[in-house]
């Protein structure tokens, strides 16, 4: 039979199906090893197997065991080869289950990247509309800046308290360019564009 491990969503993450093969089962009964992992307590049958619904600690227990098991002399070749075949089904589950809703690292510089190519972002000379219904320019493209803050925990040179913020350098007419938070600003048309980005920061 299959001895995979099934990997089936759930609505909350650490828990696996795991299905085990008769020859599995039977090396657990013989050992006294899972005693939980018994057919009659399966939360279905498989072929000549089970399917058992494990925490995710438990299954890293479950393959541990299995990785040590495999390699003992006297077991029979049919046990050996299901152990196996259950311990490669584990490492990928695991893995998968540690890697939900995460990326590999692409790097600061491409995630900056990114950010900067986002169709969330204001373009340097687009026009966007402040809190008070005004419109301003965008003259300073979306990044880090640093900025007087009353609140600022930073401290300059010239002993002013500053912050280092995400956000834009806007323009009004007659007014000099000042710095602009995400959530302060809205498309033209008042609509919202920053709700992504705000909620990333």
């Not at 020859?23 to 009659?40: C, I, K, N, Q, T």
């Not at 925490?55 to 065991?65: C, Q, V, Y």
């Not at 490492?91 to 900067?116: F, H, K, M, T, Y």
């Not at 995400?166 to 709700?195: N, T």
Request: glycine residues 10%; neutral net charge; proline residues 3%.
């Amino acid at each position: 039979m299959n001895h995979s491990l099934r990997f089936e969503r759930e609505e909350a993450s650490g828990f696996l199906f795991v299905t085990f093969s008769q020859a599995v089962e039977r090396d657990y009964e013989s050992r006294g090893a899972f005693p939980h992992l018994r057919l009659e307590q399966a939360n279905r049958r498989q072929g000549t197997g089970g399917v058992y619904h494990v925490g995710l600690d438990e299954a890293r227990e479950i393959l541990a065991d299995a990785e040590q098991r495999r390699e003992a002399d006297d077991l029979p070749r049919g046990t050996v080869k299901a152990l196996s075949c259950l311990v490669g089904n584990l490492r990928l589950a695991i893995q998968r289950e540690d890697r939900r809703g995460v990326w590999d690292d692409p790097g600061r510089e491409e995630v900056l990247a990114r950010q900067q190519q986002a169709g969330a972002q204001f373009q340097i000379g687009e026009a966007a509309q402040r809190r008070d219904g005004s419109l301003v320019e965008i003259v300073g493209a979306y990044g880090v800046y640093t900025v007087r803050d009353s609140a600022g925990q930073y401290l300059s040179q010239d002993g002013v308290r500053i912050s280092y913020l995400w956000g834009y350098r806007v323009k009004a007419p007659g007014e000099q360019p000042h710095f602009a938070a995400p959530h302060q600003l809205r498309r033209k048309d008042g609509s919202p564009r920053h709700l992504q980005l705000v909620a990333v920061a």
